[in-house]
């Protein structure tokens, strides 16, 4: 069992910057890779990026690459997700999910394929 969740959400302008926080407990944090995902109104949940559970790989959604960085510390059982330059159109739910049993190169981008997620924390980034 894990049980993730996540903080740092809120209200900021275009171009502003906002970091959101995964906390982890349960099983070993270090042996699972973590992904972001968000979700707008009327939309698909849909990949934002995802980092391997040693942390050294990881995957961007093309509409945030450039933009937005993910990191670990597995001392403290956390995920990152460092959003800069935000846009109107980031506005949504965020998630963070736990992968727990690939061991692939680099992590995996399907939501679906992920075992555990947090409650999700909202973005809403104003024109």
């Known amino acids: 069992q894990v049980q993730l969740v996540e903080s740092g959400g809120g209200l900021v302008q275009a171009g502003g910057s906002l970091r959101l926080s995964c906390i982890a407990s349960?099983?070993?944090?270090?042996?699972?890779?973590v992904g972001w995902f968000r979700q707008a109104p009327g939309n698909e949940r849909e990949f934002v990026g995802a980092?391997?559970?040693?942390?050294?790989?990881?995957v961007y959604a093309d509409s945030v690459k450039g933009r937005f960085t993910i990191s670990r510390d597995n001392a403290k059982n956390t995920v990152y997700l460092q959003m800069n330059s935000l846009k109107p159109e980031d506005t949504a739910v965020y998630y963070c999910?736990?992968?727990?049993?690939?061991?692939?190169?680099?992590?995996?981008?399907?939501?679906?394929?992920?075992?555990?997620w947090g409650q999700g924390t909202q973005i809403i980034v104003s024109s």
């Open positions: 999910a736990a992968d727990l049993n690939y061991r692939g190169a680099n992590p995996r981008t399907t939501p679906e394929l992920y075992d555990y």
């Open positions: 349960g099983r070993t944090f270090s042996g699972y890779d």
């Open positions: 980092i391997t559970w040693r942390g050294g790989r990881t």
